[in-house]
């Protein structure tokens, strides 16, 4: 059972652009969410995270958006530019512990 | 400041074997935590070392070990390897718990 769900496996976006990932979860006891980017043959590097207590954070072109009725969060990027390009994952943890569960990624592609 | 290093890279084992991947943590960071990624899928929390103790372990069998050690590297131990244990294995590295994740490029296994 996915506890954390990102249905759209790619992304294109016009440079420029807003860019708006999707996430989903399924369990109420998450407090803690994070986006993570991945370029191909690295490890995922940090974007921006959200507790359970905001409904929004944002970091410079980054802003998560987090939905707790919904049980829903995105990221949106604005403007897109080139260097986006790349999977994003979405991670969330439970009672501020050590375990994240994260989602199957989104590859967003930036057209220019 | 030095970053998560993994080794190594890329590495062919065949069904039974026995396998060790290393991981040197960030300076200053003394948790780290094991993922796998398999083809397509977010990482799956495997364990957690904090201060050379396990300190929180996913869904894997036994045959799935760790250490970390007094300078807070790591090993990852895996035994009787079968073919679905080929994977994209990450370590990470936070200085709290649960602290941002800086992880490593990964060691990629193909089990033959």
């Known amino acids: ?112 | 400041e030095t970053g998560v290093t993994q080794s190594p890279t890329h590495l062919i084992k065949t069904r039974g074997q026995q396998v060790t991947l290393r991981c040197s943590s960030q300076s200053g960071h003394n948790t780290v935590s094991w993922y796998q990624q398999a083809l397509g899928q977010g990482p799956q929390f495997i364990f957690q070392y904090y201060r050379e103790e396990e300190n929180g372990r996913g869904n894997f069998p036994p045959r799935f070990s760790g250490l970390q050690f007094p300078n807070y590297s790591s090993e990852l131990n895996v035994n009787a390897l079968e073919l679905d244990d080929s994977a994209l294995y990450l370590c990470a590295s936070s200085f709290s718990v649960p602290g941002e994740l800086f992880f490593g490029e990964g060691s990629r296994l193909t089990v033959l």
């Open chain 1, 1 to 112: 059972d996915q506890q954390v769900k990102q249905n759209s496996p790619s992304l294109s976006v016009q440079e420029g652009r807003i860019s708006i990932l999707n996430c989903d979860y399924t369990n109420s006891m998450f407090d803690y969410f994070l986006w993570y980017k991945k370029y191909p043959a690295e490890g995922p590097t940090f974007l921006i995270s959200i507790s359970s207590i905001k409904d929004k954070n944002e970091d410079g072109r980054f802003t998560v958006f987090l939905n707790k009725s919904a049980k829903h969060l995105s990221l949106h990027i604005v403007p897109s530019q080139p260097g986006d390009s790349a999977v994003y994952f979405c991670a969330a943890s439970a009672d501020s512990n050590y375990q994240l569960i994260w989602g199957a990624g989104t590859k967003l592609i930036i057209k220019p």
